[in-house]
């Protein structure tokens, strides 16, 4: 993780990876995978980042963080796709976060306030 902090993506990734072949508890690889998806977050590389978090959340179901992410870069999307002057495939992206972002709150409900506030102001809540 220090590699992490530090910016040495390609370090840390190499790292994560040997820890994915090293452990074995699903509790701990879901962890480890969702430190991957917020390496890849941070390149810029969303697809690859919403596979780890998927595979992170697959191994535990009680990550509110992966949801968050996760819901941040489908908002992200559909920001892009209305800049491309799309807003069907905007709703839909929208739509998508919305339903990332409920099961974020649904596991911390004191978390995510500005999630909380753009369901209720999209009527997505």
């Known amino acids: 993780m220090s590699a992490q902090s530090e910016g040495n993506y390609a370090e840390a990734l190499q790292n994560y990876y040997e820890a994915m072949r090293l452990k074995i508890d699903p509790y701990d690889r879901s962890y480890i ?5 917020l390496i890849h977050t941070s390149n ?15 191994r535990n179901p009680f990550l509110p963080q992966a949801f968050n992410n996760m ?5 992200y999307r ?20 919305a339903e990332y972002w409920k099961q974020a709150i649904a596991l911390t409900p004191s978390n995510y306030i500005e999630a ?7 009527g997505r809540s």
């Not at 819901?71 to 908002?75: F, L, N």
């Not at 807003?87 to 929208?94: G, M, N, T």
């Not at 909380?116 to 999209?122: E, V």
Request: some cysteine.
């Open 33 to 37: 995978l969702y430190n991957i998806g």
């Open 44 to 58: 810029g590389e969303h697809t690859k980042a919403l596979e780890y978090y998927f595979r992170a959340l697959e």
């Open 71 to 75: 819901a941040v870069i489908c908002h």
């Open 78 to 97: 559909g920001e892009q796709a209305i800049r491309q002057g799309d807003s069907e495939i905007a709703e839909a992206w929208f739509d998508q976060a």
């Open 116 to 122: 909380q506030n753009w369901l209720k102001i999209t």
